[in-house]
């Protein structure tokens, strides 16, 4: 058993116990005891303003969705909305539905933009990631305000009462977005945003639809960081964020394996106008670190604890936070498959319905521009992939390198051979520094490079601008099973007639050859430039076939 399925199932059992044991079916029954003291689920629970809670079908009475429960009332949750802004940015203010006038004091720019942020399950409002996402909106958008949602109250175990208690705060959440666009004196919402984590992007997808059909507005944007699943997956729209709750819904995937068999915690369906899915949205690197998590939060055990457990899952937030620090954020192409994409084969931006966004923040903008170039005809929904690393900036650009081993006779009598290929690209800035990548695999696992043949292959790495040089290294693989490899070697090698580079992010091809033809060795270095290629062009070239070239 991985690393990563072996700590996604301990979560995976820790929020089900919290939940009681089920005995049949893991879905099957999971409430029976609090069922004894519950209405019949076909009644509904009523909050005043708020409206009525059902528990009949779509919101109960299946084996996806086996609840009970109906959400505890306002007084029990003490939901609070803390406000932060350029005035306030130690979040002093709290907005209050009973205090209407004090929401005038706060200083709330109408024609700036407004945020909503709102946990998960076990989580609260003092999370640090709340704080930091909150600060870099503030940095980037200076005139904006951001509303932090605290349901701590309702989101302590069993799971499937939080699961339910998110409707009545999602409801709440959308009285406050209405009072403050009341009044602030908003023209529209256009300039809400909410963004939720796991539990909390449902959350925002209720917000979204009371909001529509309480109020008659339009909530301008949502951003689901990882949606949970248990509870979710595969259920009517109604019972979770869907696209239709904002006028844009953008989705980020970071932990959609399968729940019951993997312990993925994340949604795997796209439900958004555009739904991300860094690295196939299943496993993300740097999350088989061991201790290393507990090690990065040094001010919280518990903290440590969560992220060592549902790694995949938190680093949906880390990323959208990057985005949000870093403007420049690269693009995610759409595509058929993630397979499809690692191979290259949807890397042309705007050709064969492969469309570029930019990840993140910045998506809604990008999707837009989109139909301001008639790219896009309709409110299409749209599935984007991008690779990430393993360590802070998980961001990286994306490239395209394909290599072509050579067919030279020296490569065919020396043959095939499995191993990996390390790349390390290098270019200029407008100052003329320096920039490189790190360490770059052309892939995860040892590959065979034949004679004559192509690979191609898409990875992250480092903004270099344009690439200029290249540095490859070889590394062996011995494998008893591969008669490949059984060969004793003294110096495993390859022989490439080239690279190509391609930058999706500066719509970029290049191509490098190493020098006279020398092979690729394992404990060298090649050095690969554009420049070589032409001089084994012209190397090349046949002298009866061109007279004239002397």
Known sequence: MSFNSSTGI???????????TPQNNIFADLNKAAAANNPAITDAICYGVYGC???????????????????????EMNVKFRLYNRRNKNGEFFVDLNDPDKVKTFKINKNAKLFFITHGYLEGGEQPWLLDMAHALLDRERDSSVVIIDWRGGSSPPYARAATNIRLVGAMAAHVAHLIYEECHFQNLKNVHFIGHSLGAHLSGYAGYHLKHDFGLSLGRITGMDPAEPYFSKTDPLVRLDRTDADYVDVIHTDAKPFVSSGGLGLAEPIGHVDFYPNGGHTQPGCNQGVGQFIEERESFFWGVQK???????????????SIKNPSTPYAITCESHTEYLLGNCFTCGVDDHYCIKFGYGSRESYQSLYAT????????????????????????QYKITVNVSNSMESKIHGGEVGKLKIVLYGKDRRN???????????EDPKLFEPGHKNT?????????????????????TNPLNPLTWRLLKSPRIYLADITIESLEHRSKIRMCPVLNE????????????????VEDWNNVDPIAVPYMQ
């Open 457 to 477: 292959s898409v990875v992250a790495g480092s903004d270099v601008q344009a690439p200029i040089h290249a540095i490859l290294e070889w590394k062996y693989s």
């Open 433 to 443: 520094h320096t920039l490189k990548t790190e360490e770059m695999f052309f892939s």
């Open 308 to 322: 060592y457990l549902g790694c995949d899952h938190v680093r949906s937030y880390e990323l959208f936070i990057e």
């Open 53 to 75: 809670f059902s528990l009949a079908p779509p919101w109960s009475g299946d084996t996806e969705r086996p609840l009970t429960y109906f959400p505890e009332s306002p007084s």
């Open 10 to 20: 301990l979560l995976n059992t820790f929020l089900f116990l919290s939940n009681h």
């Open 374 to 397: 008639r790219d896009l005809v309709s409110s299409e929904a749209l599935v984007a992939y991008m690779l990430t690393v393993g360590k802070k900036p998980y961001i990286r650009n």
């Open 519 to 534: 092979p690729v060795v394992e404990g060298s270095q090649s050095h690969f430039t554009p420049e070589n290629c032409e």
